[in-house]
């Protein structure tokens, strides 16, 4: 069974330019949830989507933006980019919702964003 | 202060030792969660806990609630357990309304 890929795995962009980043998630997951990985902050959660429908979202402002695909396909977007969104930005999927009895997610690689 | 405090933040062993990582919340949760991050990226699940203990080969994990503590065992520890651990707990009241929170991670190195 596939895992999750992410594409691209590296990207560089500079200031002001938008960017869009995919995941695609287990065959059968239907949940797919974005976090940002910085030398500062850590990890943080961006939002999580199933079944086409945004579920949640972290606490970012409204320049990151996702959607998902029927197909359970996710892409999240960042415009107007900045030098603080450089970061590693992961997706995980899972079968099922978070929150529940049985949510194990199952990460990609990370796309690495550098932003000049 | 942060929500989610881990300790130690760096911790070198020896092959063979048993280790533990802490992870110490300041507000109530529904669920703890650690992974694990290997040099690379690479994150994988662990275990979510939302009461007592979870045992996966080598890996012991165990939460109390009522001290908002949980802990992540490794005996008899090998190199390939170094990686990044990082503790993260689920808040909220439950359903789409829960915020993740997560710990700044501590880095075990496990020399041969």
């Known amino acids: 069974k596939a895992g999750v890929t992410q594409t691209p795995r590296y990207l560089i962009k500079t200031r002001g330019q938008q960017v869009t980043l995919s995941c695609s998630p287990i065959?059968?997951?239907?949940?797919v949830s974005w976090y940002q990985q910085t030398p500062g902050q850590g990890l943080q959660f961006l939002f999580e989507?199933?079944?086409?429908?945004?579920?949640n979202k972290g606490n970012f402002p409204g320049r990151f933006s996702g959607r998902q695909f029927s197909n359970s396909r996710s892409e999240m977007n960042v415009s107007t980019l900045e030098l603080g969104d450089s970061a590693l930005y992961l997706c995980?999927?899972?079968?099922?919702?978070?929150?529940?009895?049985?949510?194990?997610?199952?990460f990609g690689p990370g796309t690495r964003l550098t932003v000049l | 202060k942060n929500e989610v405090e881990q300790s130690p933040q760096n911790l070198t062993a020896q092959e063979g030792e048993f280790i533990t990582i802490n992870c110490s919340y300041s507000v109530g949760i529904s669920a703890l969660h650690w992974l694990q991050q290997h040099p690379g990226g690479g994150i994988v699940s662990l275990f979510m806990?939302?009461?007592g203990k979870k045992k996966h080969g080598r890996l012991i994990a165990t939460i109390n609630i009522q001290e908002k503590h949980s802990s992540l065992h490794i005996t008899a520890s090998h190199p390939r357990d170094s990686a990044v651990y990082i503790c993260a707990v689920r808040s909220g009241s439950g359903g789409s309304n829960y915020k993740l929170t997560f710990g700044k991670g501590t880095l075990l190195t496990v020399n041969p």
């Open positions: 065959s059968g997951h239907r949940s």
């Open positions: 995980a999927s899972s079968r099922y919702p978070q929150g529940g009895w049985e949510d194990t997610q199952y």
């Open positions: 989507y199933f079944s086409e429908t945004q579920r």
């Open positions: 806990l939302s009461s």
